[in-house]
């Protein structure tokens, strides 16, 4: 499938009725995970600012221990305070790096703005080394600005 066709899965999933921020989040990552061959785990983390800790939300795939996670700690903590796109395609290199299993290979966190403000991130965990292009950043800053919209 392609981002084109997925956009158009995600838009449809965020025009429901009646169905929660949480629910339709979790109907995003199903969405990605089973139609992106390379996407094995989909995820979002949302920011406390006052903890300073994300908080594991939606995701797809298998449960991982690590729901809270300190800014700075890991990719996601320190994509908390970067509020850049963060590409690994190897994990192997990262010194710096959470592992919530041993069949990743690679990760991409995309951070989600609000007003402003980087309020959470996606996460997507692949199984491949160096899966990721501009595409996939591309495709998801636009997942995460609609999902902004909702929060
Ligand atoms: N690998 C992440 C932790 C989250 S799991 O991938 C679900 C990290 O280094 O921050």
New binding site residues.
């Given amino acids: 499938m392609t981002f084109d066709d997925l956009k158009i899965q995600v838009t449809n999933i965020l025009n429901q009725n009646g169905v929660t921020p949480d629910k339709m989040m979790t109907e995003i990552c199903e969405a990605l995970r089973t139609n992106v061959s390379y996407y094995d ?1 989909v ?1 979002f ?1 949302m920011a406390n600012h006052d903890s300073k800790t994300l908080h594991l939300g939606p995701f797809a795939g298998t449960p ?1 221990d ?1 729901t809270v ?1 300190p800014f700075g ?5 320190q994509v908390a305070e970067s509020n850049s796109n963060f590409v690994v395609p190897d ?1 192997k290199g990262q010194d710096n ?4 299993s041993i069949a ?1 290979k690679s ?1 991409i ?1 995309i951070p989600i703005f609000k007003d402003g403000k980087n309020i959470g991130q996606i ?1 997507i ?1 692949s199984n491949k080394v160096d899966p990721f292009t501009k595409e996939d950043e591309d495709f998801l800053e636009w997942v995460n600005t609609q999902i902004a919209e909702l929060l």
């Fill in positions: 785990w995820g983390y991982t690590h996670i700690k890991g990719i996601c903590g994990v790096y959470i592992a919530c990743v990760e966190v996460d965990d």
